[in-house]
């Protein structure tokens, strides 16, 4: 086993490494963590690790809808591809509330709205992958899905991400596969998809109101439950049933006794 010291100058050196971009991020866990003959292969298929589980290595392989726990936990996440209609409010009860987020961007949202992106590292939210133009992935060659990720990444970056970034990516439409996991896992992203979503994203015209987007969220909860919203509305909208949404939200899960976690804790080893 490594001494202590050992260990202690590995993670250093991985924290002033980190800037390397995501393709390093899986080689510099490991390296962390010691000879790669230490490491655990047994990955489930759908639940995320615990908090107290390998760290990102024990992400890969899954497209990871529920975090694997019996605590009253709930991670609340957001997805951005369209505006900004509902940041302010969003970001304004996650404040209020302490609760943190993650906020999963496609490449082109961060390139039009760096302003969005600071925002929301400033806050001291999670910045997650959503591709660069929110393609059907099954449309695409390998060589596209890869373009996808890693123009994304460069535009979070570029527009302000800085440690805010996570190696954490959703798929569009959540549209996943073995292989397509197994190709984001190798740019250095786990795959983080949802135990339930809100679809407050389809709008009043989509038959939805705030009442059933909170019922959605609170049908689903359970231990490690994953939520997805929006923070957006489509098409030139401007009414975020899913802004609306969370303040009931939260206040709901703190009564039942649930705590709103980072996902970022599941990297912590």
Not at 7 to 17: A, D, F, M, Q
Not at 30 to 41: C, D, K, L, S, V
Not at 98 to 110: I, K, S
Not at 197 to 212: F, I, L, P, Q, Y
Request: charge should be positive.
């Amino acid at each position: 086993m490594p001494s202590r010291s050992v260990i202690t100058y590995r993670r250093s050196l991985v924290r002033r490494l980190l800037w390397a971009g995501p393709v390093c991020v899986v080689l510099l866990w490991a390296f962390a963590q010691g000879p790669m003959a230490q490491r655990t292969e047994v990955v489930a298929v759908h639940p995320a690790a615990s908090a107290d589980g390998q760290g990102l290595r024990a992400l890969f392989g899954s497209e990871n809808r529920v975090i694997r726990t019996q605590e009253r936990v709930v991670a609340v996440t957001f997805n951005a591809a369209w505006n900004d209609a509902g940041l302010d409010d969003i970001l304004g009860e996650l404040a209020r509330r302490r609760a943190p987020a993650t906020f999963f961007l496609t490449g082109e949202f961060a390139h039009r709205n760096p302003s969005v992106v600071k925002r929301i590292a400033a806050a001291g939210h999670g910045l997650g992958n959503h591709s660069f133009s929110h393609p059907h992935f099954k449309a695409l060659a390998e060589a596209g899905r890869q373009q996808e990720v890693v123009a994304a990444d460069r535009a979070l970056r570029t527009a302000g991400a800085g440690r805010a970034m996570t190696p954490f990516f959703r798929f569009p439409y959540s549209e996943t596969s073995p292989a397509y996991i197994r190709q984001i896992n190798a740019l250095g992203y786990a795959d983080i998809e949802f135990t339930a979503d809100t679809n407050g994203w389809k709008g009043t015209e989509g038959g939805m109101t705030v009442d059933r987007a909170v019922d959605r969220a609170l049908d689903a909860l359970r231990p490690g439950a994953i939520l997805q919203m929006h923070l957006g509305a489509s098409q030139g909208r401007t009414e975020v049933i899913d802004a609306r949404a969370l303040p009931r939200i939260l206040k709901a899960l703190t009564a039942r006794g649930y705590r709103v976690i980072d996902l970022r804790t599941l990297l912590t080893l």
